[in-house]
């Protein structure tokens, strides 16, 4: 199969994800500058969200750079993956609308969860493709951030329950983690180090 469809499909669907959130900030009537002063919280959980957006496009940007070929089980892998990245508009939504109340920004903690497992899940299936050397098995089998972001988050959500702007800040903090892609495999990929991409 040729991953270049599913390469088009996804950065189509990233695209429409940052669009529809961008969507949900409604400019004030009022024409003083503090009237914008309400929306920062608005504001600033759509940065959060477009900058997970940027970073898993980012990341499934070499993820799939790195893949030499796909199957009908990394397709359906991906639309899971798409699936729950699709989601996080509408959490965001409803984090916004609530003014960070606890239950949204614990649902919305539960929406990164599964993107960031989705992934996860992307990931081994790739694995399962490849061979043992390929360059994304070598690198990308040990999942320490995907780990690491999925305990976090598993700490977070009920954190929220008690302390909903805690569990946002460390939602910032999951979204630092994987700011840069995983610095071997893009290491990798600058050098075109293409004969080990297997």
Same mark, same amino acid.
């Given at each position: 199969?040729?991953?270049? !469809? ?41 940065? +959060? ?19 030499? !070929? ?17 989601? $996080? ?15 949204? $920004? ?10 960031? /497992? ?9 694995? !399962? ?9 070598? *690198? ?13 988050? +598993?700490?977070?959500?009920? *954190? ?8 946002? +800040?460390?939602?910032? /903090? ?25």
């Amino acid at each position: 199969m040729n991953k270049s !469809r599913l390469e088009a499909f996804s950065d189509g669907l990233f695209a429409v994800v940052i669009t529809i959130m961008v969507l949900e900030l409604n400019a004030p009537f009022d024409v003083t500058i503090t009237s914008l002063a309400p929306l920062i919280p608005v504001f600033l959980s759509y940065v +959060l969200s477009f900058v997970y957006g940027a970073i898993f496009w980012i990341n499934h940007h070499h993820l799939l750079a790195a893949t030499r !070929r796909v199957n009908s089980a990394v397709l359906w892998a991906n639309l899971n993956f798409l699936f729950w990245l699709s989601l $996080v508009p509408f959490f965001t939504s409803w984090v916004d609308e609530n003014h960070w109340a606890s239950m949204p $920004v614990a649902a919305y903690g539960a929406a990164l969860f599964m993107v960031v /497992f989705s992934y996860r899940i992307l990931e081994l299936v790739l694995f !399962r493709l490849h061979d043992a050397d390929a360059l994304i098995v070598r *690198i990308l089998r040990p999942g320490h951030r995907e780990k690491i972001s999925m305990v976090l988050f +598993l700490l977070a959500i009920p *954190i929220a329950f008690y302390q909903p702007f805690v569990s946002m +800040l460390m939602y910032i /903090f999951i979204a630092a983690i994987w700011f840069w892609p995983e610095p071997g495999l893009e290491r990798a990929l600058s050098r075109k180090d293409i004969c080990k991409i297997k």
